[in-house]
């Protein structure tokens, strides 16, 4: 597609629900960043792709927290036995890879843990 | 570790009037900054990037930003605000030898008519 695209937009969840949210890169973009954006707060990185390879997951904030991109283009973050401290804006963001780049967002996943 | 300041958490400016958004950076090694902005309820979107050459690089929608390694500045400018500049202003640092972007924590802009 022409963007990063991400489904669900919204989510609500109730506490201790397991939810994953999708995120289709761009395509032929080789890295893949998850960020979570809490309100009124700028993005905090969770992970990152090289295709299918997750390179660094030191942003997850707790074993909850899974991320995974099996064939190098569609990633999915799924978040297990959801808190109410879950409650944020899930970016995904796209890059050719190499120095330098940029990285393209989606328009994020809202989600609420009530 | 690599770390990004926005001194402002707001930024009022009357439109038709220049402003600047600031940043600063720590970072080691060379840095590559990049300004994105959000509208309500949306990704961030790029602006514009410094990755080496010209210290005053031009960006989307008359934006510019001007890198100052002395100063580990990249502060964000524009000549004549618009209202629809309105939004959230972020800016992001990433090392040469490194892939992870590090975001600040972000700053207003409200332009009024």
């Known amino acids: 597609g022409a963007g990063v695209s991400q489904s669900p937009r919204y989510k609500v969840a109730k506490r201790g629900q397991d939810v994953a949210l999708r995120c289709d890169p761009i395509?032929?973009?080789?890295?893949l960043f998850w960020y979570q954006q809490a309100l009124g707060q700028g993005p905090e990185f969770l992970t990152y792709f090289q295709n299918e390879a997750q390179l660094d997951k030191s942003g997850l904030p707790s074993d909850r927290f899974f991320a995974e991109r099996p064939e190098g283009s569609v990633s999915t973050l799924k978040i297990q036995r959801t808190q109410q401290e879950d409650s944020a804006v899930y970016l995904c963001a796209s890059s050719p890879g190499g120095t330098g780049n940029t990285i393209y967002f989606g328009e994020g996943s809202w989600l609420t843990v009530v | 570790a690599q770390s990004v300041a926005q001194p402002e958490d707001q930024v009022n400016v009357a439109e038709g009037n220049p402003l600047t958004v600031k940043c600063t950076y720590s970072v080691s090694g060379n840095p590559y900054l990049f300004w994105y902005v959000q509208y309500p309820n949306r990704g961030l979107q790029f602006l514009l990037k410094y990755i080496t050459g010209d210290n005053l690089v031009k960006g989307s929608y008359g934006f510019e930003a001007e890198f100052n390694k002395s100063q580990t500045s990249f502060h964000l400018k524009k000549p004549s605000a618009l209202v629809s500049d309105s939004a959230l202003y972020f800016c992001?640092?990433?090392?040469?030898?490194?892939?992870?972007?590090?975001f600040g924590p972000g700053t207003r802009l409200s332009v009024l008519p």
């Open positions: 992001a640092v990433r090392p040469v030898y490194g892939q992870n972007f590090v």
């Open positions: 395509s032929g973009h080789v890295s």
